[in-house]
């Protein structure tokens, strides 16, 4: 297991510097990837031996680069797990063409690009990609029109994939965080949403990156190797439950 690489895209902080932290900890060796250079040479200080490569996954041209870098220092990978992610929430009306396109850009394109760009690293010895969606793109809700969508192509991009590289020993599986207090989420979750998400979900709070992690780490590791092609919510039970009115809380 020390000599396996795992690459983690937006690695810089949140989810997916939990991640890297705990790969790290499993005696991994880790890669970081950011197009926020300076939240990631921070993070990267914190795991000693940690790669860190500055690139932005939407950009085919830097998404290259980027391979080239780990297959020049590492020479092998091992994991692939496409963690960066922007959310926009608005409605229709108000989301115009270049708002969606934002949106696109990382939460799908990125997942794309980077999935491709590892191929002949992970193939070469079998690996794991692991996808992080939403419980957005498992459930519609409003605001959603473009983060839900593209977390809904997430999913289905991970069964392509599951269906796809299964033969040449690579396997694909998603993760749908529920709310998690990051970055990310205190920048589009008022007070209302947050009192909101707390009625509607079972075990009644967040979860925590660290939560996440472990989650994607079991998916990327070898115990779960008979595991593909598939969507599992790490969401408090959010996604199981249809009717989640406050007044029927006893
Ligand atoms: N926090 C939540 O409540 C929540 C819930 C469901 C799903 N998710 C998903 O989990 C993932 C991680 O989210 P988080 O909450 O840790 O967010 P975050 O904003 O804290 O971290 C995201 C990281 O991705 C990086 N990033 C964004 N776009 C990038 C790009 N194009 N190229 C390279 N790096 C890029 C950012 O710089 C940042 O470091 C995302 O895919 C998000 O959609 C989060």
Known sequence: MKDTVTLI????????????TLFHAEGRRVVLLDRDAEELATAAATLPGALSVTCDVSIPKQVAQALTEVEQSC????????????????PLAETDFA???????????????????????????????VNIASISGLRASTLRIAYGTSKAAVIHLTKQQAAELGEVGIRANCVCPGPVNTKLALAVHSPEIRAAYHDAIPLNRYGTEREIAEVICFLASERASFVTGQVVASDGGFDSTGVGLPALRT
Not at 9 to 20: D, S
Not at 75 to 90: E, K, Q
Not at 100 to 113: A, E, I, K, P
């Open 75 to 90: 020479g092998r990978l091992d994991i692939l797990v496409n963690n960066a992610g922007v959310a926009d929430f608005g």
């Open 99 to 129: 708002r969606w396109r934002r949106v696109m850009d990382t939460n799908l394109d990125g997942v794309f690009l980077m999935s491709q760009a590892c191929l002949p690293l992970l193939s070469a010895r079998g690996g794991a990609i």
């Open 9 to 20: 895209t937006g690695a810089a902080r949140g989810i997916g510097l939990a991640t890297a």
